[in-house]
């Protein structure tokens, strides 16, 4: 069974750090590429990052660049995201996913239940 639980998400203060963590059980967690979204209350869920299986490629949403960065550590099952200069605007839950897709085309899709990340201004 396929488990992606996120951690790390708590109330801070604007300008302040977080780290989020995601932490995946249950694949072979080097054949998928993982994705940071995030989900703001009354909006839509948003791409935020995401990092291919041996970490060499990184893509982000533009209005995040510089102040966010992924990684992934592959001998612990986990990806991380790196919040610095957090701005009230980033108040949002935090989905973790992981994604493959096969030569065949068969595509595999595992979603975390969210972690909840508040900046206050």
């Known amino acids: 069974q396929v488990q992606v639980v996120e951690s790390g998400g708590r109330l801070v203060q604007a300008g302040g750090s977080l780290r989020l963590s995601c932490e995946v059980s249950g694949l072979v967690f080097d054949d998928y590429a993982m994705s940071w979204f995030r989900q703001a209350p009354g909006k839509e869920r948003e791409f935020v990052a995401a990092?291919?299986?041996?970490?060499?490629?990184?893509h982000y949403i533009n209005s995040l660049k510089g102040r966010f960065t992924i990684s992934r550590d592959n001998a612990k099952n986990t990806v991380y995201l790196q919040m610095n200069s957090l701005k009230p605007e980033d108040t949002a839950i935090y989905f973790c996913n992981a994604n493959r897709i096969t030569g065949l085309g068969e595509e595999f899709d595992y979603w975390g239940q969210g972690t909840q990340v508040t900046v206050s201004s």
């Open positions: 990092i291919s299986w041996n970490g060499n490629s990184r």
